[in-house]
């Protein structure tokens, strides 16, 4: 797998229902985008969801991709069991790929990390997006480890900030080109990090059309075109990855303008952003002429 993957916002009504017929106009909207694959993971508020909702969405995304697609779903849990589970069930409901970060309380040890991830891998027969986020990141060196243990470790989804020396070690240290590394963090960093060897990005799904072009033209050479682009939305990139509270609200904003969600509502608890801040959107979308 490699490209542009975005997270999907979860729509939600004001009876904080899953709007699922908003679900099924992102996932339209991403494949017309030329997106490789879509993701349910943080962004998506996947850990708002009770397991019944978490199954649902992600049986009704991959109908709604119809194999055109690739389909990703974060299984990350506290326990190793459940993490199995959870992995277990995404494959059960037609995932490609899971993404798993490591357990984030009580400090465990790393020892106890790598089982956690070889005991899920043994487990189910998709491949495995680990997921080194910032606070249980995973060092390049246990990156390089675990994909040399097993098959289904395939992929790194960097996002321990400054996430660029992290590329640069895994290029030094990985021999096999294992694990393939991605880059996440809403997309941030994605020049910087596709000339240190990510494969692709995991941004918002808000503009995906924006991402699958920079891509496509760094990955045939024109390079200069590519950061040109990407330069132009660097302020709006900005503006939405100030932390995952108003990170929730303000891509399922640009869906709304959009056409392709009815509501931008997020779960609570979460930080809603003001009218300033929506006011500041709307005229990063007027100059790049949305």
Known sequence: MKGVFPILSTPFD???NIVFEDVQSEVNYAVDAGVNGIAIA????IYKLTDHERYQLLEKVVNYSAGRI???MNTTAES???CIEYSKKAEDFGADAVMIAPPSFGGVEQNEIKKYFINTAEAIGIPIFMQDVFDTPISPEMAVQLSNEHHNLKYIKVEVAPTIPRFNKLKEISHNGAPIPFGGMGGTFMIEEMRRGSVGTMPVCAFPEMFVKVFKLW???NREEAEEIFHRY???IRTLGQGLGIWNWLPKYILKKRGIFNHFNARQPSLKPDEDQLYEIDRMLE???F
């Not at 943080?42 to 508020?45: D, F, I, P, R, T």
């Open 14 to 16: 004001s009876k904080d």
């Open 42 to 45: 943080l962004a998506s508020e």
């Open 70 to 72: 690739k389909v990703c």
């Open 80 to 82: 190793t069991k459940q």
């Open 219 to 221: 990955d045939e050479g």
């Open 234 to 236: 660097v302020p709006l």
């Open 287 to 289: 100059r790049l002429s």
